[in-house]
T-cell receptor
């Protein structure tokens, strides 16, 4: 069974540009989560999507946004990039809440570098 | 406000011995706890989880213990193997309050020496 996939693996952007990161969940999973791991920091929750809707949002500015498509894949968009946005962005997926399992399975991540 | 804390940044253990990784939390709304293993530049790998209605969960060499009164959980790895060397994160979720949002600790780097 294929795991969570993310693209691209690496992304280099300059300050002020926009970045788009993509994620495909495990087959059968409807929830997608985005986390940021900046250098020296732990994993910080960014966004949670389920059934195409944003369900929860972490303490990040509005220039971090995303969406979930009908096939449950997801995009994370970061507008007006700042140097401190350089980080490993991780996507995770899980079964729908209430199906008895709350484990999240992570993809390999996208390394975003802002210069 | 660090709601999930792993106070030991690193731990070194001899191969074959027990590794004990600790995690403390402050939010009494947390009702589901997970442990992940992570290598540099890779995504975390799920290891084991426990619901707040239990105090122990076991899966092969991995056992997680939960002490709700102390707001403390631990991961035991027995026996430890060199391949277990990685950073271990504990994570917590308030499933009925905040759904799927995971709050992670800062991680403990485990080194298992042959």
């Amino acid at each position: 069974e294929a795991g969570v996939t993310q693209s691209p693996t690496h992304l280099i952007k300059t300050r002020g540009q926009q970045a788009t990161l993509r994620c495909s969940p495990i087959s059968g999973h409807t929830s997608v989560y985005w986390y940021q791991q900046a250098l020296g920091l732990g994993l910080q929750f960014l966004l949670w999507y389920d059934e195409g809707e944003e369900r929860n949002r972490g303490n990040f500015p509005p220039r971090f946004s995303g969406r979930q498509f009908p096939n449950y894949s997801s995009e994370l968009n970061v507008n007006a990039l700042e140097l401190e946005d350089s980080a490993l962005y991780l996507c995770a997926s899980s079964l729908r809440q209430g199906q008895g399992s709350y484990e999240q399975y992570f993809g390999p991540g996208t390394r975003l570098t802002v210069t | 406000d660090q709601q999930v804390k792993q106070n030991s940044p690193s731990l070194s253990v001899q191969e074959g011995r027990i590794s004990i990784l600790n995690c403390d939390y402050t939010n009494s709304m947390f009702d589901y706890f997970l442990w992940y293993k992570k290598y540099p530049a890779e995504g975390p790998t799920f290891l084991i989880s426990i619901s707040s209605i239990k105090d122990k969960n076991e899966d092969g060499r991995f056992t997680v213990f939960l002490n709700k009164s102390a707001k403390h959980l631990s991961l035991h790895i027995v026996p430890s193997q060199p391949g277990d060397s990685a950073v271990y994160f504990c994570a917590a979720s308030a499933v009925y309050n905040q759904g799927g949002k995971l709050i992670f600790g800062q991680g403990t780097e485990l080194s298992v020496k042959p």
